[in-house]
């Protein structure tokens, strides 16, 4: 090989590397590139547009957060912020390059996949249902003025949805509530036969219960069913942990445990799921606890709650789906049990 073949090859060796770097960079520090992002959506958007999607970083909308469906009579939206529905296709595509930014590949994913089950929902219950089903029926709403210094946040919002990001100098400094709901859960019939949304909340937690010895399930094992997630609240009002605690478990146990917890925290973006893991292994694994109620098997009404000295994970499968399918309808949610949208 030629020297000039040899330095041709170097420099582009080098310039693959600087552009893998930057990709890097970009994935484990989103908060600059978030401004960016928001800027870049709001600057599409016309002044009508822009004061329903803008709010003050300490209004009281930004903790009023919710994932069901919010409509009045007239199956009109009292859910604050703009519809994806009521944007252009620039717009729109902004919005959704902001969502990718800030929950990151698999997060934005999964956020897709959620909203699609909406069109699912609109033909099983048809033109009689009572709520609006529209994949668009997703609002945007920003808090204070995006910015690489100071605080400010935004939200990404609808039916079985509700993603908030919270930012100070530049740095994603909370993600949370991270709620993702699914109706149906398993799609049971038509061309989305099979399709499941949310399966890191299925499997290794039916797993873990299956490790379990008779004694440990005891303990796990709660007589009543969770409540319902809390919607518009700064805290998750959940209480002391409950259940068997890790330091209890055999090491495939906790490994199982740990997959469970591992698979909610990769909803979020990279840099945030690494942060929120670091803080469950400083806190201590073996302050982990896992309780349960229902039985774990299709159609069977079941409940579940994770909860360490940082963090909460619920989950709630209790409904049908619209096809009267019983208990294939989750919600389930990350929460900081010290406090949401970055006040701790």
């Known amino acids: 090989m030629t020297l000039k073949r040899i330095l041709v090859c170097l420099v582009a060796a080098v310039t693959l590397a600087g552009v893998a770097w930057v990709a890097r960079d970009k994935e484990s520090a989103p908060g600059e590139t978030m401004a960016d992002s928001a800027d870049k959506f709001l600057a599409s958007l016309d002044d009508k547009q822009k004061a329903r999607a803008t709010f003050e970083f300490d209004s009281k909308e930004r903790t009023?957060?919710?994932?069901?469906?919010?409509?009045?009579?007239?199956?009109?939206?009292?859910?604050?912020?703009?519809?994806?529905?009521?944007?252009?296709?620039?717009?729109?595509?902004?919005?959704?390059?902001?969502?990718?930014?800030?929950?990151?590949?698999?997060?934005?994913?999964?956020?897709?996949?959620?909203?699609?089950?909406?069109?699912?929902?609109?033909?099983?219950?048809g033109k009689g249902g009572a709520m609006v089903r529209d994949p668009s029926w997703y609002f945007v709403t920003v808090?204070?003025?995006?910015?690489?210094?100071?605080?400010?946040?935004?939200?990404?919002?609808?039916?079985?949805?509700?993603?908030?990001?919270?930012?100070?100098?530049?740095?994603?400094?909370?993600?949370?509530?991270?709620?993702?709901?699914?109706?149906?859960?398993?799609?049971?019939?038509?061309?989305?036969?099979?399709?499941?949304?949310?399966?890191?909340?299925?499997?290794?937690?039916?797993?873990?219960?299956?490790?379990?010895?008779?004694?440990?399930?005891?303990?796990?094992?709660?007589?009543?069913?969770?409540?319902?997630?809390?919607?518009?609240?700064?805290?998750?009002?959940?209480g002391k942990p409950v259940g068997l605690a890790a330091k209890a478990m055999t090491d495939r146990q906790k490994e199982a445990l740990k997959k469970l917890v591992t698979g909610y925290a990769e909803r979020m973006h990279p840099s945030v799921a690494a942060a929120e893991l670091a803080d469950v292994k400083k806190a201590g694994w073996d302050e982990v606890y896992f309780a349960y109620a229902g039985e774990p098997a299709d159609g069977k009404q079941r409940t579940y709650r994770v909860q360490g000295p940082t963090f909460v994970i619920e989950y709630v499968n209790t409904q049908s789906d619209s096809a009267k399918n019983p208990a294939n309808h989750i919600h389930s949610s990350w929460r900081n049990v010290k406090g949401d949208f970055g006040q701790e």
Request: proline letters at 5%; hydrophobic letters at 35%; aromatic letters at 8%.
């Open 64 to 125: 009023r957060y919710f994932f069901t469906p919010q409509q009045d009579k007239q199956r009109k939206a009292t859910r604050k912020g703009l519809a994806l529905a009521d944007m252009n296709d620039k717009q729109k595509d902004a919005a959704l390059d902001l969502l990718k930014v800030s929950a990151g590949e698999v997060g934005y994913k999964k956020a897709s996949l959620v909203r699609s089950l909406e069109s699912i929902l609109a033909d099983l219950e």
């Open 143 to 238: 808090f204070g003025k995006p910015s690489k210094t100071g605080k400010w946040g935004w939200r990404f919002e609808g039916h079985h949805l509700s993603l908030n990001f919270t930012l100070d100098g530049g740095k994603l400094v909370s993600a949370t509530p991270c709620f993702y709901g699914s109706n149906p859960a398993v799609v049971k019939k038509g061309d989305k036969k099979g399709t499941e949304a949310l399966p890191e909340a299925e499997k290794p937690y039916r797993d873990l219960v299956g490790l379990l010895d008779d004694d440990q399930k005891k303990v796990a094992k709660q007589s009543k069913q969770f409540p319902e997630i809390e919607e518009a609240v700064r805290k998750p009002g959940v």
